[in-house]
């Protein structure tokens, strides 16, 4: 064998060997969409989307009294009414986020003492914070809807003039649907993004739905195109309902276990798979050699 053909057998080797390391690494590590829902006390919950069983994730890393989260896809956000903070999410693992805005003027805060229930959705550039309470931060028969572009400065705008539903969560649909759920669970809106109107209601209705007593807490669409929705009957606990958007027909699928969710969101989080079995890399290893051997004969 001449000294060129040893060079590039040994050459084809490693460059095997490191596709084959690389193909038995990268199968353990992938980026899914799954729902997300956090509690008042800033704890992100992971939500089963078929059953709405939560598990925990992580506590963030302030008590920021949390109005909602959103997400542009990769990226989860937060909007914290004591603060009227704008924040990202940096980590999953330590909860560390940082701050984009604050604070928004004209949004209703806790920091005046004002209760007030919402929510947080993104769409098209654009967050939207619906809260149950006016501008001013006093009630009235209506709420209020804002824009904050996503752009430096995060300045806020209000959409509506006085005729805003009294949101407990909102949602865009992959097709760019606005709908919101007014905060006892009794309405379902679709909503003009532009306006902050609502151009139809649909009355929800579905066994285990109380209106008088139940809060919603988030509003979503997961990867299968389906509304869902977290409401609370005590303040404690949340349910996980799915509503068909036609009829207004809600369905409790369960229990998400122990916690009060304000917000839902549905993100990208990569997440670490369990690393192949031995047969696995043994069929990973083999294929590579063969590649390998079938390279060497060609270049005999």
């Not at 939560?54 to 990769?74: E, K, M, Q, R």
């Not at 909102?170 to 109107?197: C, P, R």
Request: with cysteine; charged share 10%.
């Amino acid at each position: 064998m001449s000294f060129v053909k040893v060079i590039r057998t040994i050459t084809t080797a490693r460059a095997v060997s490191s596709i084959a390391v690389w193909l038995g690494l990268s199968a353990g590590l992938s980026a899914t969409p799954i729902i997300v829902g956090i509690t008042a006390d800033s704890q992100l919950v992971q939500i089963n989307q078929a059953t709405g069983v939560g598990s925990a994730l992580v506590t963030l890393d302030g008590s920021y009294n949390p109005l909602g989260i959103a997400s542009n896809g990769t990226s989860l956000f937060l909007y914290g009414q004591n603060n009227g903070d704008l924040r990202q999410v940096t980590s999953f693992t330590t909860g560390a986020t940082s701050q984009l805005g604050t604070p928004l003027a004209g949004v209703p805060s806790t920091l005046g003492f004002v209760p007030t229930k919402g929510d947080l959705t993104y769409h098209a550039g654009n967050f939207y914070i619906g809260s149950s309470a006016a501008a001013d931060g006093s009630f009235s028969a209506n709420g209020s809807l804002f824009s904050v572009v996503n752009a430096p400065g995060y300045a806020a705008s209000q959409l509506d003039t006085g005729a805003f539903p009294k949101v407990g969560g909102l949602a865009f649909s992959s097709g760019g649907v606005f709908y919101g759920v007014d905060q006892f669970g009794n309405t379902l809106y679709t909503l003009n993004a532009a306006t902050g109107t609502a151009t139809s209601s649909t009355a929800l209705t579905g066994a285990g739905l109380d209106p008088t007593v139940d809060t919603v807490g988030g509003l979503i669409f997961g990867t299968n195109g389906t509304l869902y929705a977290a409401v609370s009957p005590d303040g404690i606990n949340s349910e996980w309902f799915s509503i068909n958007t036609a009829t207004g027909a809600a369905t409790d699928l369960g229990s998400i276990g122990g916690y009060d969710i304000v917000g839902l969101a549905l993100v990208n989080i990569p997440v670490v798979n369990p690393i192949p079995e031995p047969a696995s890399f043994v069929l990973i290893a083999t294929g590579a050699c063969a590649l390998w051997l079938r390279r060497k004969r060609l270049n005999s």
